[in-house]
């Protein structure tokens, strides 16, 4: 098979949540670990962090590749969804998995894993992992797909266990509270394995507690150390100030734009510490000049990217309650000069737009679409529920016709934001 038939035949014989939905959800481990042992268990040839939480574990994954790698460690990655090529998912060094490394392995392996069934995700993470262990990875950061406890990346036993936040997102499987939601979340401690979590949380803090303690796991939160006070775009790189218990301020540089990421950043920071400890040596130096470069250095895109200027268009991946207004919250922050705001907005059918979609400025232009897949609400759905929350605008037929609109009408001064799902970013970039 070329590689364009190896994709082909990936997403269409196989159950693919990001395209058909719950349906592709499985409720439990039993492929996954048949499929590891088909492999000669990969997932125990290499050390590992896993990341699991509702929003930020992308960026958190990203920032920590690239402070691993900038230190000399062979870095495996591993994330989802991808943007634009499948190979997205799986980078050694910043580096995507060669189309070659795809081919072969589902060649290989075709007849066999389709014997067990596995669904899209599965077998991609048997991928993952069988080139990290291949290609002999010092560490590799395993960043969960959906949940924690049932996530097909929760056959490893990780160095640490990560979990950013919990706010509300895929409630349909996860859980119809956000206590049921960070139980979910908290599946991937493992017994003794030291959990960092990042921001605290009043409704879920406890669960975590309770389950690091019936697990022996030492736990800590980055919100305990660090309190993230505030962050300034300053050309190309954004800097954020933190503030340490004892009150010494650290002014941080990264190159990921937008208010939500000083949160992620003071995760990253106590995950380092805890690396240390474990005995890799990561210089400050090196942490910092990482941050500089996490796009370069990992491939990273759609976290407040600023695509042009003049009109300034930004997109963003940001796709549930929580994240939606913590970016809209940094585009008033940022922009308070807009002439006007136009959005470009798209959505996957079963989102809670009840909640989402009040949380957008009536005083805009709105340009609504349906991201090319399956899960994709349809254009006049969208505009018409929009109306109901006093939302005026347009449907198009594409997410490109949309975005293209939006330019035509748009002035110099003007911010165009894209964004309400991950598969809406992937058509514009």
Same mark, same amino acid.
């Given at each position: 098979?070329?590689?364009?038939?190896?994709?082909?035949?990936?997403?269409?014989?196989?159950?693919?949540?990001?395209?058909?939905?719950?349906?592709?959800? +499985?409720?439990?481990?039993?492929?996954?670990?048949?499929?590891? @042992?088909?492999?000669? *268990?990969? &997932?125990?040839?290499?050390?590992?962090?896993?990341?699991?939480?509702?929003?930020?574990?992308?960026?958190?994954?990203?920032?920590?590749?690239?402070?691993?790698?900038?230190?000399?460690?062979?870095?495996?990655?591993?994330?989802?969804? *991808?943007?634009?090529?499948?190979?997205?998912?799986? %980078?050694?060094?910043?580096?995507?998995?060669?189309?070659?490394?795809?081919?072969?392995?589902?060649?290989?392996?075709?007849?066999?894993?389709?014997?067990?069934?596995?669904?899209?995700?599965?077998?991609?993470?048997?991928?993952?992992?069988?080139?990290?262990?291949?290609?002999?990875?010092?560490?590799?950061?395993?960043?969960?797909?959906?949940? @924690? %406890?049932?996530?097909?990346?929760?056959?490893?036993?990780?160095?640490?266990?990560?979990?950013?936040?919990?706010?509300?997102? *895929?409630?349909?499987?996860?859980?119809?509270?956000?206590?049921?939601?960070?139980?979910?979340?908290?599946?991937?401690?493992?017994?003794?394995?030291?959990?960092?979590?990042?921001?605290?949380?009043?409704?879920?803090?406890?669960?975590?507690?309770?389950?690091?303690?019936?697990?022996?796991?030492?736990?800590?939160?980055?919100?305990?150390?660090? !309190?993230?006070?505030?962050?300034?775009?300053?050309?190309?790189?954004?800097?954020?100030?933190?503030?340490?218990?004892? +009150?010494? !301020?650290?002014?941080?540089? *990264?190159?990921? %734009?937008?208010?939500?990421?000083?949160?992620?950043?003071?995760?990253?920071?106590?995950?380092?510490?805890?690396?240390?400890?474990?005995?890799?040596?990561?210089?400050? &130096?090196?942490?910092?000049?990482?941050?500089?470069?996490?796009?370069?250095?990992? @491939?990273? !895109?759609? !976290?407040?990217?600023?695509? %042009?200027?003049?009109?300034?268009?930004?997109?963003?991946?940001?796709?549930?309650?929580?994240?939606?207004?913590?970016?809209?919250?940094?585009?008033? +922050?940022?922009?308070?000069?807009?002439?006007?705001?136009?959005?470009?907005?798209?959505?996957?059918?079963?989102?809670?737009?009840?909640?989402?979609?009040?949380?957008?400025?009536?005083?805009?232009?709105?340009?609504?679409?349906?991201?090319?897949?399956?899960?994709?609400?349809?254009?006049?759905?969208?505009?018409?529920?929009? +109306?109901?929350?006093?939302?005026?605008?347009?449907?198009?037929?594409?997410?490109?016709?949309?975005?293209?609109?939006?330019?035509?009408?748009?002035?110099?001064?003007?911010?165009?934001?894209?964004?309400?799902?991950?598969?809406?970013?992937?058509?514009?970039?």
């Amino acid at each position: 098979m070329t590689y364009k038939e190896t994709i082909d035949f990936l997403y269409s014989n196989l159950p693919m949540y990001s395209r058909i939905g719950r349906a592709a959800y +499985k409720k439990d481990l039993t492929n996954t670990l048949k499929l590891c @042992g088909l492999l000669d *268990h990969p &997932e125990k040839k290499f050390k590992s962090i896993h990341i699991a939480g509702t929003n930020g574990k992308g960026s958190t994954s990203h920032m920590l590749a690239a402070i691993l790698q900038h230190a000399g460690y062979r870095t495996g990655l591993y994330t989802s969804p *991808h943007l634009k090529d499948f190979r997205e998912r799986i %980078r050694i060094n910043g580096q995507m998995i060669p189309q070659a490394e795809v081919v072969d392995f589902v060649e290989q392996h075709k007849e066999k894993v389709m014997k067990i069934g596995c669904s899209f995700f599965e077998w991609t993470v048997g991928l993952a992992f069988h080139y990290f262990a291949k290609n002999k990875v010092d560490i590799a950061v395993i960043e969960t797909g959906l949940g @924690g %406890r049932l996530d097909s990346t929760n056959v490893i036993t990780p160095l640490l266990s990560v979990i950013t936040n919990i706010s509300w997102d *895929h409630a349909e499987m996860l859980g119809d509270s956000l206590k049921k939601i960070a139980a979910e979340k908290a599946g991937i401690i493992k017994p003794g394995v030291p959990v960092i979590i990042g921001e605290r949380n009043k409704e879920t803090d406890a669960v975590f507690i309770s389950k690091a303690r019936e697990l022996k796991s030492p736990i800590r939160f980055a919100s305990s150390k660090y !309190r993230w006070r505030e962050t300034f775009l300053v050309g190309d790189h954004a800097e954020s100030v933190f503030e340490l218990r004892n +009150k010494k !301020r650290l002014m941080i540089k *990264h190159d990921l %734009r937008g208010v939500y990421q000083g949160a992620n950043v003071a995760t990253v920071f106590m995950v380092c510490e805890a690396l240390e400890k474990a005995g890799f040596r990561l210089p400050k &130096e090196k942490i910092l000049d990482a941050l500089l470069h996490v796009r370069k250095l990992t @491939g990273l !895109r759609g !976290r407040w990217d600023i695509m %042009r200027t003049k009109p300034t268009v930004i997109a963003d991946v940001a796709h549930n309650e929580s994240g939606i207004q913590i970016t809209l919250d940094g585009l008033k +922050k940022f922009f308070p000069h807009a002439t006007a705001f136009r959005f470009v907005l798209g959505f996957v059918k079963e989102k809670d737009l009840a909640k989402i979609l009040p949380l957008f400025p009536a005083k805009a232009t709105y340009y609504f679409c349906k991201p090319d897949l399956p899960r994709g609400l349809d254009a006049p759905l969208l505009l018409e529920q929009a +109306k109901t929350r006093g939302l005026t605008g347009t449907a198009f037929p594409s997410v490109r016709s949309a975005y293209l609109a939006a330019l035509k009408d748009a002035g110099e001064e003007d911010v165009i934001y894209v964004g309400g799902s991950t598969f809406v970013i992937a058509e514009v970039l």
